[in-house]
């Protein structure tokens, strides 16, 4: 599965940006992780298959919104109220099913995005 992150940018502090992520095909979990600058990445969202059920960072809830559409093999991050504090890249992953996985741990997915870099200033 390859998969291609659109939408980064900067923007002010407040404002709104939306990510999308292109799937080459049919997978079960996908989510997204971000990496600031000198620090490690980490899971900001994710999400099943059927695209009900959710997972968020504490960072990021009420904020984000992730949401999936398995016709186009697809997956978007809308992205509100960003602070300088959500500055970094963002990389789009997927991963097959496994029993008791974890949707915020890097472990669950196999297949990685190159990343889209979002700068938001103050």
């Known amino acids: 599965v390859q998969l291609v992150e659109s939408g980064g940018g900067s923007v002010q502090a407040g404002g709104s940006l939306r990510l999308s992520c292109a799937a080459s095909?049919?997978?079960?979990?996908m989510g997204w992780f971000r990496q600031a600058p000198g620090k490690e990445r980490e899971g900001v969202a994710g999400?099943?298959?059927?695209?009900?059920?959710?997972y968020y960072a504490d960072s990021v809830k009420g904020r984000f919104i992730i949401a999936r559409d398995n016709a186009k093999n697809t997956l978007d991050l809308q992205m509100n109220s960003l602070t300088p504090d959500d500055t970094g890249v963002y990389y789009c992953a997927a991963g097959e099913y496994t029993a008791n996985s974890y949707l915020l741990a890097e472990s669950t997915y196999k297949y990685w995005g190159k990343g889209t870099q979002v700068t938001v200033s103050s």
């Open positions: 095909g049919s997978i079960y979990y």
């Open positions: 999400t099943y298959r059927g695209g009900v059920r959710t």
